[in-house]
């Protein structure tokens, strides 16, 4: 597949646009440069938008002729990318020939996602006088579909596991090891380290830089610039400072941070260049998957669940558990939102299980009776 340029063109330009635009591509392209302060959000709403447009551009058809019927069939082709050839392939440089919009089928919640992106963007259509309507607007079942809020969430490591992995992560490497070695171990250490005891994104752990650490009256707190550009700070806690500290002195840097220091927290093997989001996202799953054939070696077939959950790990994973075990300890709703940075309450609420707990156990006291001896 050549590298796309979302060039699928318009048959005809439409009469009522509000906006200078020759084509799709240049429409969807005004679309995005309304999120070119995120760049996070500008990445993912640009790989939805491509690959609707290349799907349409394999028919020959525009997005003004996307019909209520075409959004069944988009969705199918989401879960399952055909010819698979055509569109299926590992990751590559966009210039690349072998280049291809999806590594694998797109998983329910991906699926969802996408079609939320979408409809947002045909409603700025829809208010640019690109096109004449939104059929997501007629999918009847929309609230099952587009409704992105979960009624709790699951993907994230029981403390348990979490508790073995991180033994994993820290126990000594046997014999004599090099020193880049041990580098690569300290930076995964910091990593995971810095992933639970603060709940980043992975775009702001790789976006972190040492100066962002800072102290005020006695207190040691996080500058962080997150989702939609809103900034924050987080409370540092000492196990958090423990580790910082073990890493700079591995860079070579004095104990605790300077105010106003430059240079990343994360690096590459050179100690000086910072990770980007994309490299920093394989080396979490690397390690995710590395501790699961660990896991699986060690415990073998009565540990399977969790080798699986193991596998299953993404880097978000590890936000989502950090967040649940702050709600386990008994974090106050309140912080807890303050720490993820929500702006809604109940997204926060998602992270509480102890209702499920209380229920479960009350639950767990509805029993069927006591086997009798039948009479004699």
């Known amino acids: 597949m050549p590298t796309p340029a979302l060039d699928v063109a318009l048959p005809e330009a439409s009469r009522t646009a509000r906006i ?34 290349l799907w349409l551009g394999r028919e020959g058809r525009s997005l003004t002729e996307l019909r209520r019927h075409d959004l069944d069939a988009y969705e199918a082709f989401l879960a399952a990318p055909s010819p698979h050839q055509l569109w ?25 996602q996408s079609l939320i992106i979408l409809q947002g963007m045909f409603t700025w259509l829809v208010e640019a006088g690109w096109v004449s309507h939104n059929p997501f607007r007629l999918m009847r079942d929309k609230r099952r579909r587009l409704d992105n809020r979960q009624p709790g969430i699951d993907r994230y490591l029981e403390r348990p596991l979490w508790e073995w992995l ?6 000594p490497q046997q014999g ?30 790789a976006a972190a830089e040492m100066g962002d ?7 040691w707190w996080w500058h962080v610039v997150g989702k939609g550009d809103k900034t924050a700070r987080i409370p540092v806690p000492d196990d958090m400072l423990a580790l910082l500290g073990g890493w700079r002195e591995m860079l070579g840097l004095a104990p605790e941070p ?9 690096r590459g093997l050179n100690g000086q ?17 590395q501790a699961a054939d660990a896991l699986e070696a060690e415990a073998g077939e009565k540990a399977m669940s969790q080798v699986a959950r ?66 004699v």
């Open 20 to 53: 200078a635009a020759g084509s799709d591509a240049e429409a969807v392209a005004q679309w995005l440069a309304e999120f070119r302060a995120s760049p996070q959000t500008l990445r993912a709403y640009r790989r939805e938008a491509e690959r609707l447009l």
């Open 213 to 219: 650490f800072f102290r005020r009256e006695g207190r």
């Open 310 to 375: 193991l596998r299953d790990a993404t880097p978000h994973w590890l936000r989502h558990t950090a967040l649940t075990h702050q709600a386990q300890a008994g974090v106050e709703l309140r912080y807890l939102a303050s720490t993820a940075r929500h702006s809604r309450l109940d997204t926060t609420a998602q992270y509480l299980h102890a209702e499920d707990e209380e229920w479960h156990r009350q639950q767990s006291t509805h029993v069927l009776p006591a086997r009798v001896e039948e009479p």
């Open 88 to 112: 299926v392939g590992p990751s590559r440089p966009r210039h690349s020939p072998d280049w291809r919009p999806f590594r694998g089928p797109l998983s329910p919640a991906s699926r969802r």
């Open 166 to 171: 991180w033994q994993w992560l820290t126990r």
């Open 258 to 266: 300077l105010p106003g220091e430059e240079g990343a927290v994360l």
């Open 273 to 289: 260049r910072g990770l980007g989001d994309n490299q920093l996202y394989r080396l979490i799953r690397d390690a995710f998957r």
């Open 176 to 205: 004599n090891i090099s020193v880049r070695e041990r580098y690569i171990r300290h930076r995964r250490i910091i990593i995971f380290g810095f992933a639970y005891l603060l709940a980043p994104r992975i775009s702001e752990m």
